[in-house]
């Protein structure tokens, strides 16, 4: 470690108010394919300083669970609480670490230090789980601390959807209502279904539907031929965006066009995936990122 750094990492360790006053760790992880000029499918960031401030950001879930929510987190570490991180970054031995096999799209987590006038980064890749073993103490103590920190919302994105009980076999016109969920103390901008689907693969808003396979004993069943719709909205307004207020919910009655192709039971999931832009539209927030709603199932007969 650069002896600079571990002088400074001491005295904030030690509460140096001057040290303190310029200190941030940040642990990101990426996985994925790119999305656009600059992030990658699954984004999330998390971010420590000296001053007590701790934030969390994600743009997609990791664990792709139906109805998990998206957006920024504000709390705050304490003293010892910070103390105890930089201690195990010296534990572990993290900026003695060896350059770690990182390909294009592997998951990997990048940990930046500011302190003292000096800036540390170390990549690590998790495809070496051998590697890894022993920064796990320092992993943990970092999840921890953005469990903590996601107990506060500041401006959060989750869908809801709701579809017909039932349908009937064949090419039709299915209304979805779709409702965008903010659970934050802070408002924001998002963009209309409408202005999605006309450009890049990630930027859309889609009903996803496919037939379950019948389960028979002892026999494996084939996987889910999943289809997409675009879901449109059921009367055109113009509009190009969706404006969520705190801690409200927003709803979007749209339409898809479906094929269900024989009787069974179905099974929807709508997405919404918007990676395009800026976080700012005239200096006012807008949040992006990609979630899935809850599953409907969906009987349609003969």
């Known amino acids: 470690m650069d002896p600079i750094l571990r002088k400074s990492l001491g005295a904030a360790k030690a509460g140096h108010e001057g040290v303190l006053a310029g200190f941030g760790l940040e642990r990101y992880i ?11 499918q699954w984004e999330e960031r998390l971010t420590l300083r000296g001053n007590g401030e701790a934030a969390y950001e994600n743009m997609r879930s990791i664990t792709d669970g139906s109805g998990d929510e998206v957006g920024l987190y504000r709390g705050t570490v304490s003293r010892q609480a910070l103390a105890d991180v930089i201690e195990l970054v ?3 031995g993290l900026m003695d670490e060896a ?5 294009p799209a592997d998951m990997a987590i990048r940990i930046t230090i500011i302190a003292g006038g000096i800036e540390a980064v170390k990549h690590i890749g998790v495809n070496e789980p051998e590697r890894i073993q022993h920064l796990q103490p320092l992993f943990r103590r970092l999840q921890e601390i953005e469990l903590r920190v996601r107990n506060h919302p500041a401006r959060t994105m989750s869908i809801e959807m709701s579809t017909p009980e039932s349908a009937e076999v064949g090419m039709q016109v299915l209304p979805v209502n779709l409702r965008f969920v903010n659970r934050g103390t802070e408002s924001y901008w998002i963009n209309h279904p409408r202005s ?3 450009g890049a693969y990630y930027d859309r808003c889609s009903l996803n539907y496919g037939l379950r396979p019948s389960i028979e004993p002892g026999i494996t069943p084939p996987p889910i031929e999943v289809m997409e719709a675009v879901l449109r909205p059921d009367r055109e307004e113009g509009l190009q965006m969706i404006w969520l207020p705190a801690g409200a919910v927003q709803e979007a009655r749209l339409l898809a066009e479906v094929n269900f192709h024989q009787p069974g039971e179905f099974l929807l999931r709508a997405v919404y995936s918007n990676y ?3 976080d ?5 927030p ?11 199932s969906m009987p349609v007969s003969g």
Not at 99 to 103: D, G
Not at 280 to 284: C, E, N
């Open 30 to 40: 990426v996985y994925g394919p790119p999305m656009g000029s600059s992030l990658r």
């Open 90 to 92: 010296d534990q572990v």
């Open 99 to 103: 350059p770690y096999r990182i390909e």
């Open 196 to 198: 999605l689907g006309k």
């Open 276 to 278: 395009s832009g800026e």
């Open 280 to 284: 700012l539209v005239g200096g006012v």
């Open 286 to 296: 807008r949040m992006r990122g990609c979630v899935f709603s809850a599953e409907n």
